[in-house]
């Protein structure tokens, strides 16, 4: 299994792909998926596009993952720079941060994970706490944590 990294974002290359590359395989692997996955870094335009003509809705979300179904391509992500770069500060996280938050969020879709009921939600949330290394985006997720560790 391969991750690509690709930026449609003109002059600009997807960043960090070193430190996110073998933290998206390692998560694939661990959700034993051996597809390999496309990882595109787009502008606000091109995902608001994107939202809009496959989820019927008109405006710029920061992930959006495609499941492609084929056993030699599991599918693709595409991640609106733009709109993580402002959502970070309001989850208390720098850019870097955001961006793995959003990838991993990302990549549990495209592993079956969804979080439209309660039930689904807490898994997935559980996942995305397990796959960043325990990185939470919130103080309240701390404390959460944090008591049922002890």
């Known amino acids: 299994m391969s991750c690509n ?3 449609a974002v003109p002059n600009k ?3 960090w792909q070193g430190r996110l590359k073998p933290l998206a395989e390692a998560l694939l692997k661990k959700e034993k998926k051996n597809a390999p996955v496309n990882i595109i870094l787009c502008d606000s335009a091109r995902q608001r596009e994107l939202n809009k003509t496959y989820r019927n809705l008109d405006h710029v ?15 693709e992500i595409y991640i609106a720079e733009e709109q993580v ?3 970070a500060p309001l989850y208390g996280n720098t850019y870097y941060k955001e ?4 990838l991993i969020h990302g990549l549990l879709h495209l592993c079956g994970y969804d979080h439209h009921g309660k039930a689904e ?9 397990f796959h960043s290394g325990n990185f ?5 997720d701390l ?4 008591s049922r560790k002890r």
């Open 143 to 146: 404390s959460a944590v944090q």
């Open 5 to 7: 990294f690709f930026s």
């Open 121 to 129: 939600r807490k898994i997935m949330r559980e996942k995305e706490r």
């Open 99 to 102: 961006l793995k938050r959003v």
């Open 136 to 140: 939470l985006h919130s103080s309240h």
């Open 85 to 87: 770069k402002k959502q």
């Open 61 to 75: 979300t920061d992930v959006l993952s495609f499941v492609w179904d084929e056993p030699a391509f599991l599918g």
């Open 13 to 15: 290359k997807f960043p």
